[in-house]
């Protein structure tokens, strides 16, 4: 999957600590509109459910996955992208429980396809290692490094 993500330039290393999570979640989106897999007022649409509903998207401290629904008619196509913030970013200021600099963001046309990236993004993470690595990176060639170790020992 870290190749996917290379591979498909949706691989941001963002040197700009964003000013508040929904900074954070623009910047974390724009991969994704760069590659019309959705449009700009998506952004707006994860903004409006975790201000209706919460930081439900923090699926554990420093792992962060935005997503709106897979029927939203700003979802063009379907893909993942990752960002890296050098800081947690929170969505409940001073909560450790609801903060994160891994940005996972999703983007489905269907619900199907929505569920098959939460499942491979949820096979990924849970690799020994590939969170720790992650948090690790400072730079893009930082990423190529991990992704290329973490690939070679997937195929050993």
Same mark, same amino acid.
């Given at each position: 999957?870290?190749?996917?993500?290379?591979?498909?330039?949706?691989?941001?290393?963002?040197?700009?600590?964003?000013?508040?999570?929904?900074?954070?979640?623009?910047?974390?989106?724009?991969? *994704?509109?760069?590659?019309?897999? /959705?449009?700009? $007022?998506?952004?707006?649409?994860?903004?409006?459910?975790?201000? =209706?509903?919460? %930081?439900?998207? /923090?699926?554990?401290?420093?792992?962060?996955? %935005?997503?709106?629904? =897979?029927?939203? %008619?700003? /979802?063009?196509?379907?893909?993942?992208?990752?960002?890296?913030?050098?800081? %947690?970013?929170?969505?409940?200021?001073?909560?450790? !429980?609801?903060?994160?600099?891994?940005?996972?963001? *999703?983007?489905?046309?269907?619900?199907?396809?929505?569920?098959?990236?939460?499942?491979?993004?949820?096979?990924?993470?849970?690799? $020994?290692? /590939?969170? !720790?690595?992650?948090?690790?990176?400072?730079?893009? !060639?930082?990423?190529?490094?991990?992704?290329?170790?973490? !690939?070679?020992? =997937?195929?050993?």
């Amino acid at each position: 999957m870290l190749k996917y993500f290379y591979d498909n330039n949706l691989v941001r290393i963002e040197k700009q600590q964003p000013k508040d999570w929904r900074q954070a979640l623009n910047q974390s989106t724009q991969s *994704l509109i760069d590659a019309n897999l /959705v449009t700009k $007022d998506y952004v707006n649409e994860i903004i409006q459910n975790v201000v =209706s509903y919460g %930081p439900y998207i /923090v699926i554990q401290p420093g792992i962060v996955m %935005p997503h709106a629904l =897979s029927t939203s %008619p700003n /979802v063009l196509g379907t893909g993942i992208s990752f960002t890296k913030f050098n800081q %947690p970013v929170y969505f409940d200021e001073g909560n450790y !429980e609801k903060q994160g600099n891994l940005f996972f963001t *999703l983007a489905a046309k269907d619900e199907t396809q929505h569920l098959e990236n939460i499942q491979k993004l949820m096979s990924l993470l849970m690799r $020994d290692g /590939v969170i !720790e690595s992650l948090q690790s990176i400072n730079t893009e !060639e930082d990423y190529i490094r991990i992704m290329n170790s973490l !690939e070679q020992i =997937s195929t050993t």
